[in-house]
């Protein structure tokens, strides 16, 4: 203004989705006079009833972490509790944190203001997480979080990725953790093998053509690439012990009273009447299916421990991560921007056991990430500012096994042409067999647009967004057919598996697929109304429709209590079907078209920015 002082002020750092207040005094003075102040905002946030913390992207990658996943850091934030990676176990460590005594499905995790979690179970869990180079920050917020975000009451991270800049910058880094290196573990005999290697590079700056194109303060780019190996003989999953039955026991003699189920008698250390003469299973009886299972898959012992474990076998986890980010910004002017980030995740991880207990039947998974986001900012006029983000997110888990035994080559009756060997349980000595195989595939499509206007002393922010989840989860469990042998007809579970008498068999049904859709849209205004220079409003109110679940190819069937009268046929015993039964919609449930939450929260700073009281209520 003429005849005052130019006032500047530097430094000032805008976190994300923080409010950095800066305040100037206009003073008197010549045109030439310039005053030039160089001083960081205020360390507490003076003007929001939010609860949470930024963590800088320097802090992440300064602080040790086992898998450098950024997600071990989400306990630093007050209200956030979840269980310490462990060095010694494989995978990427990522955590699922409970906040405010939450469940940890009641998270809400967005990158680049966008969501960016697993469609079928919200969880994160063995999903590639970005590299800590790959982050410029990120914040959590606990609890009073602004009418802005919903979907989830438990906390919500938000998580920002490094853009390019004016200068090109590049890092390249190897993080090796070995064997040799190692400590040995407190209750191990030895050192297992635990080795880790994390590796890769970023690079950033403008995009540069020469002669054909200068991005300088327009077009910047950014790109890196994080590579992890892990082989791991640490962990328990690495291990098995077990009790399995002697040569002699395989022979059908056993070192305790084994009852003939034929003879209809009782057999007791009173009463041997229907007990097999010295405890002898005739070889005659073994079932010759039982035979063909236990010679091709049971092992023989292989140690002694003094106790009843006699067999032990140690084989090696192997596993890593790749994962790419690509982004690139664009000024158009000084009033639009636009900005495109893509970040793909491969995480590939082998199981030497499965979920079994004796090699040769391990499992193979693979969990793919794929996130994309575009947003696009508009400065309309000095205090109008729109901003439109879409982005896409798919996570594809896969598991497969390496046993590819025909069940039928052993004499083992089919209802399919699956191979692996079904499930067998014997109690008292283990289970054995796949348990299934499996392919989920979730899409998440996220359109939002959001304008903030500032009006005097109220900055109102409003829009909406709009959610689909396609959700294709594939297993084979009801396949598969599966025994028990419980031990009820001899009084021991392997002496029943030699007669091949189990005590409950379940066989093979249909594939598992459901082609789900789920539909959600919200809209939210809020209003930071600064009522004086030491006190602001934090106002807001959401309304959220979330369309339950539906299946696109065939119907879903549940069991609604009230219209249950009486056994007999299914519609008496309350069984409804989906988009079937009268008065049932496609998702057996019905959307609740009431759910509006309101916000209300308040900042007030007595003691001049070093001291802030904050309060809310909110329905989330």
């Known amino acids: 203004s003429p005849g005052m002082q130019r006032s500047v002020r530097n430094n000032v750092q805008v976190q994300i989705t923080e409010r950095a207040p800066v305040n100037f005094v206009l003073n008197v003075g010549s045109l030439e006079e310039i005053v030039t102040v160089s001083a960081a905002p205020p360390v507490v946030q003076v003007e929001t009833s939010t609860q949470g913390r930024v963590i800088q992207g320097a802090s992440i990658r300064a602080i040790p972490l086992s898998t450098r996943n950024y997600t071990h850091l989400l306990a630093l934030t007050a209200g956030v509790s979840s269980a310490l990676n462990n060095a010694d176990s494989p995978g990427l460590g990522n955590v699922n944190p409970n906040v405010n005594g939450m469940r940890a499905g009641s998270n809400n995790l967005l990158i680049d203001g966008l969501p960016a979690y697993n469609a079928l179970n919200n969880s994160n869990t063995g999903i590639g997480a970005p590299s800590p180079d790959f982050l410029q920050e990120f914040k959590v917020m606990t ?79 950014f790109f890196g690439y994080e590579g992890t190996r892990q082989r791991n003989s640490n962990s328990s999953a690495a291990r098995s012990r077990q009790s399995v039955p002697t040569a002699a026991m395989r022979a059908g003699a056993f070192p305790k009273l084994v009852r003939d189920p034929l003879s209809g008698l009782p057999c007791s250390a009173t009463d041997g009447r229907g007990c097999f003469p010295g405890n002898q299973i005739p070889a005659t009886r073994i079932d010759s299916i039982s035979r063909a299972v236990m010679e091709k898959l049971i092992p023989l012992p292989n140690a002694s421990t003094g106790g009843p474990i006699n067999f032990v076998e140690a084989r090696t986890i192997s596993g890593g991560n790749d994962q790419y980010v690509t982004r690139l910004d664009h000024n158009f002017s000084g009033k639009d921007r636009f900005t495109g980030r893509w970040f793909y995740s491969k995480t590939p991880q082998t199981d030497p056991f499965g979920g079994s207990p004796f090699p040769g039947m391990e499992s193979r998974n693979t969990r793919d990430k794929y996130d994309l986001a575009l947003s696009y900012t508009r400065i309309v006029s000095p205090n109008l500012i729109n901003e439109a983000r879409l982005g896409w997110d798919r996570s594809v888990s896969i598991q497969s096994n390496s046993d590819q035994t025909d069940p039928r080559s052993l004499g083992l ?31 998440l499509f996220t359109l939002t647009d959001t304008l903030t206007w500032l009006r005097g002393k109220h900055s109102i922010k409003f829009g909406g967004e709009a959610r689909q989840g396609r959700i294709q989860p594939m297993s084979t469990a009801n396949q598969r057919p599966s025994w028990t042998f419980s031990g009820q007809s001899t009084g ?28 959600a849209y919200n809209l939210f205004a809020t209003d930071y109304f600064k009522v ?89």
Request: net charge positive; charged share 15%.
């Open 143 to 221: 609890s009073m979080f602004s009418a802005e975000y919903g979907r989830n009451a438990g906390s919500v991270v938000n998580v920002v990725t490094v853009s390019g800049s004016n200068q090109l910058h590049g890092s390249a880094w190897d993080f090796l953790r070995n064997t040799k290196l190692n400590a040995r573990p407190f209750f191990a005999a030895a050192r297992g093998q635990n080795n880790q290697n994390q590796f890769g590079f970023s690079v950033g700056g403008p995009v540069l053509l020469p002669r054909i194109y200068s991005g300088k303060d327009r077009t910047f780019f």
């Open 492 to 519: 021991d579970g392997f002496g029943d598996f030699l007669l091949d008498v189990p005590s409950r068999g379940v066989y093979g049904a249909g594939l598992g697929i459901l082609n789900l859709r789920e539909n």
């Open 532 to 620: 004086t220079s030491n006190l602001t409003l934090n106002l807001g109110v959401r309304y959220e429709l979330n369309v339950p679940p539906y299946d696109t190819q065939i119907k879903l069937v549940s069991f609604w209590p009230d219209r249950y009268t009486r056994l007999g046929s299914s519609e008496s015993a309350g069984v409804v079907v989906g988009g079937v039964t009268s008065g049932v919609p496609a998702a057996t449930a019905f959307t609740d078209k009431k759910t509006i939450g309101p916000r209300f929260g308040f900042a007030w700073s007595p003691g001049g920015g070093r001291t802030v009281v904050r309060g809310g209520y909110g329905i989330y």
């Open 413 to 443: 009756p089919a209802t399919n042409d699956l191979l692996g060997f079904p499930r067998v349980s014997i109690s008292s000595y283990f289970s054995f067999g796949i348990t299934e195989t499996y392919r989920d595939n979730a899409h």
